[in-house]
C-alpha cells in the first residue's frame, strides 16, 4: 500500500542534541513538507521541497534542518539551536501536475519529540 | 502570505444532529483550494473534503457538505447526522495551486465533541 511512513513515533531527547526525524514516501510525489503542531496554534511549517535537492524555509525553519537527496525521503534535523522542540511533528507529500499543484496533502501518522 | 481563521476553538453536537463548522480566510487570488482535514485521537490527519475556487457548486461527501462564498471568503462545513465516529479535531486549509508558494496553510482547528 502507498503511504507515508514517519519514525519515530515517539523520540525522546536530551537537551543539546539534534535528531532526526525521518520520513518516507512511497507515492511518487514531488512536494514534501514537515509541519509542527502544537496545542492552540495548528499545523505551522517549518520546511517544505517541491523537488529532489531543492527545499524552501517555511514559517519556523529556524533551529531545523533537511535534506531532500531522494524524491522518497525528506528527513528532519532537529538541532540544539531550537529552543522549544518539544511537540507533534507530521510530514506530508502532494503530487504536482505541471505548474499546478492541485490536489490535497497526505500525511504521515506523525512523531511526538520529548526533550528530557 | 495567506491566513486562515477558525474562529471556533470548541464546538459539541448531539449525536445525529447536525453541526457548522466555520472557516474565513483572506487570499488575494483568484483560484485557490480549500481543504477541510479531521484528526482524531489517533493525530492522523485524513481529508474529508476538498473545494476549488473556480467551482460554483459546494462540495460534498456523504454527511459532509461545505458552503463556500468566495466573495465573503468563507468555507464552512456542515457535518449531517453526526456520529460518534466524527469526534476529532478539524483544520481548514487553504492551498494556492501555483508552483510558487504552494504550501498549505491551516487553520488553529475546531475541536468536535459529539455527545451521546
Known sequence: ?116 | AQTVTQSQPEMSVQEAETVTLSCTYDTSESDYYLFWYKQPPSRQMILVIRQEAYKQQNATENRFSVNFQKAAKSFSLKISDSQLGDAAMYFCAYRSPHYTGNQFYFGTGTSLTVIP
Open chain 1, 1 to 116: 500500500d502507498g503511504g507515508i511512513t514517519q519514525s519515530p513515533k515517539y523520540l525522546f531527547r536530551k537537551e543539546g542534541q539534534n535528531v532526526t526525524l525521518s520520513c518516507e514516501q512511497n507515492l511518487n510525489h514531488d512536494a514534501m513538507y514537515w509541519y509542527r503542531q502544537d496545542p492552540g496554534q495548528g499545523l505551522r511549517l517549518i520546511y517544505y521541497s517541491q523537488i529532489v535537492n531543492d527545499f524552501q524555509k517555511g514559517d519556523i525553519a529556524e533551529g531545523y534542518s533537511v535534506s531532500r537527496e531522494k524524491k522518497e525521503s525528506f528527513p528532519l534535523t532537529v538541532t540544539s539551536a531550537q529552543k522549544n522542540p518539544t511537540a507533534f511533528y507530521l510530514c506530508a507529500s502532494s503530487i504536482r501536475r505541471g505548474d499546478r499543484m492541485n490536489t490535497e496533502a497526505f500525511f504521515g501518522q506523525g512523531t511526538r519529540l520529548t526533550v528530557v
